[in-house]
């Protein structure tokens, strides 16, 4: 008996890695988001910098170490492209806040200044990584290359228990060991997070901050400083995790962090404004919508699908294509800012400081 | 003749270009209480302000004890090594942060170790209330409580020199004499020097040792406050001629 016509684990495999990227990828974004209290759409140019980023490291230690051969160790690292993701792209954070954001809150700017301000820097930054790397570099043409994990983390995970089994489909679990990274390393950054800023002195100050700048000076809070922290923090654990992402990818553009801003923000937004936690389940929530969304449509393509019944019985087509499924992140995002606006763990601060 | 804790020369500010202290010398002495009225506008906030570093001075000089801390930050100030309290008027805690993080906040400059957790438990001696809040977030505080959060954390690093911007505003009577008393136990008890801004005129001229009349940003009489409370022209303007049970002036 064939249950399903389509492949649940294999499906489910997607999803998940779907999900992973997206929470490594919006733990930034609802810092910036709880701390500054604006939105700041210049996060999805913190991806694509991470991208480039990490890639560049690759073209500038491979001159830089030519006697490392085989390039395993040390040029074509991952982790070591990580970290200079992080400190590149925690500085290109920390320069919008000294040479725009600072500037705009010292005469008091509304969170709406910074939000456009903010669409500005993006533009800027997008269109300064297409200027010097290209604009869609492409697979083969230095574009991208797949980074080595040390320590011979180099394993498929594919999960053969079910395989072939006409109720479940025929694949199975695919998820490489990028992936796998993602999915774990995600999880462990909204920990850690978590943890920092409930738990530490620096979280609480942070918090402090983000109530009330004047209130947290008075209290002996450098505030400029720990908006720096903020940024560097933020705009850094954005661009690591984008140079995990980019590790899972064929290719990669100077395009691809804006086509992700749309559910980064939908799962910030369900999850509940500062809440690192609600975060993961929002993830979650997104990638297994969109993957079944994904699934409807596709069967609806199918051969005597609902696409072809509407054709032969109203007499003209309409296209239900597979690739719409990434327009459930605004389907959700609507839902949920009429029927719950402060989210799954949000609270009624953070609604109300949401431009 | 006691030290002078917090002394202001000439000091002119505003805000902008709008200069709003004109020239005006203060100074608070230990284990005394200062009171400063005045009419709405008169820059009783602003003159306080200033002296914390919240609001950029034009000119003058703000000691603190021997240590010149003009044109300091507010950080910069509190670091100095002389605790300070200050408890502004409005947004007076942190809503998003719980009570016991509130007070952490106050302690922020020192290390949370043995000391901290003593001061809480003191402060929790002084408010009762708010030890039975501890785990709840300071934005489902009443306004009379969170006036106590608010003090509670100015006291927590065992201030010298503790400013407070209107405590008594938007609570209830009952409540605002309580706290009146409190700050006059305070200074009493612990001998911290007190300034303080109060809309309730007359009321905090009765328990303060000195006082400062403040209109358009000048000083227009000061000494103690049982001459204050006695002159005639300042009965007149600034405290109002009503009966004894008043609110507000």
Request: aromatic share 10%; net charge neutral.
């Amino acid at each position: 008996m064939v249950l399903f016509s389509f492949d649940i684990f294999s499906h489910t495999g997607l999803a998940l890695i779907y999900a992973g990227t997206l929470i490594i990828l919006t733990i930034g974004l609802n810092m910036v988001y709880s701390v500054l209290k604006f939105s700041n759409f210049a996060h999805a140019e913190f991806v694509t910098a991470g991208m480039f980023m990490s890639w560049w490291v690759l073209q500038i230690l491979t001159f830089a170490i030519p006697w490392d051969t085989t390039g395993e160790h040390l040029i074509n690292n991952l982790f070591i492209q990580a970290t200079f993701a992080f400190v590149m792209v925690g500085i290109i954070g920390v320069l919008g806040e000294v040479l725009v954001y600072g500037r705009l809150r010292s005469f008091d700017a509304s969170s709406r200044s910074f939000t456009v301000a903010s669409i500005g820097i993006g533009l800027i930054i997008r269109n300064f990584l297409a200027m010097i790397f290209g604009n869609f570099p492409q697979h083969g043409l230095g574009g991208t290359s797949t980074p080595s994990l040390p320590f011979n983390l180099n394993f498929d995970i594919k999960l053969q228990f079910i395989r072939r089994h006409p109720i479940f489909g025929s694949q199975g679990i695919f998820i490489t060991s990028f992936q796998l990274l993602i999915i774990i390393i995600s999880i462990l950054t909204v920990v850690v997070i978590d943890y920092v800023f409930k738990k530490t002195k620096f979280g609480i100050a942070m918090r402090a901050t983000s109530d009330s700048f004047e209130l947290a000076d008075v209290c002996g809070i450098n505030t400029k400083r720990i908006i720096l922290y903020t940024w560097f923090l933020a705009a850094g654990i954005t661009g690591m995790g984008a140079s995990f992402v980019r590790a899972t990818q064929a290719r990669f553009s100077s395009l691809d962090g804006f086509f992700l801003l749309l559910p980064i923000f939908t799962v910030v937004i369900l999850g509940g404004v500062g809440s690192f936690r609600g975060g993961i389940v929002a993830a979650f929530i997104i990638a297994f919508s969109r993957e079944i969304a994904l699934i409807v449509l596709t069967e609806i393509q199918k051969p005597n699908g609902l696409e072809d019944t509407i054709e032969q019985t109203l007499g003209f087509t309409v296209t239900f294509a597979p690739a719409y499924a990434d327009a459930i992140a605004f389907v959700v995002l609507i839902i949920v800012l009429l029927v719950r606006p402060q989210g799954i763990y949000g609270s009624v601060e953070a609604t109300r400081a949401r431009v | 003749m006691s030290q002078t804790v917090l002394r202001g020369v000439n000091i002119v500010s505003g805000y902008g270009k709008l200069q709003v202290i004109n020239g005006i010398d203060i100074h608070v002495n230990e284990n005394e209480l200062v009171t400063i009225i005045g009419p709405n506008g008169s820059g009783k906030s602003t003159l306080i302000k200033t002296m914390i570093g919240l609001v950029k001075m034009f000119s003058g000089q703000v000691f603190l004890r021997d240590h010149d801390v003009s044109h300091l930050q507010p950080h910069e100030i509190i670091r100095t090594g002389i605790p300070l309290g200050y408890v502004p008027q409005l947004a007076n805690v942190f809503p998003s942060l719980t009570v016991e993080e509130n007070m952490k906040m106050g302690f922020y400059t020192k290390k949370w170790d043995a000391d901290y957790s003593k001061n809480i438990d003191k402060m929790v001696a002084l408010f009762p209330i708010l030890g039975e809040r501890m785990d709840q977030k300071a934005s489902l505080l009443s306004g009379g409580e969170r006036q106590m959060l608010a003090l509670a954390r100015a006291l927590m690093p065992e201030p010298d020199m503790l400013i407070l911007d209107e405590p008594t505003a938007a609570i209830q009577p009952n409540i605002a004499e309580e706290m009146l008393q409190l700050i006059v136990t305070l200074k009493k008890e612990l001998g911290i020097a007190i300034l303080l801004v109060e809309q309730r005129a007359r009321r905090s001229l009765e328990l303060s040792d000195r006082g400062y009349v403040l209109v358009t940003g000048e000083v227009a009489a000061t000494g103690p406050a049982s001459e204050l409370l006695a002159e005639d022209k300042i009965r007149k303007l600034y405290l109002g001629v009503r009966d004894r049970n008043e609110n507000n002036t």
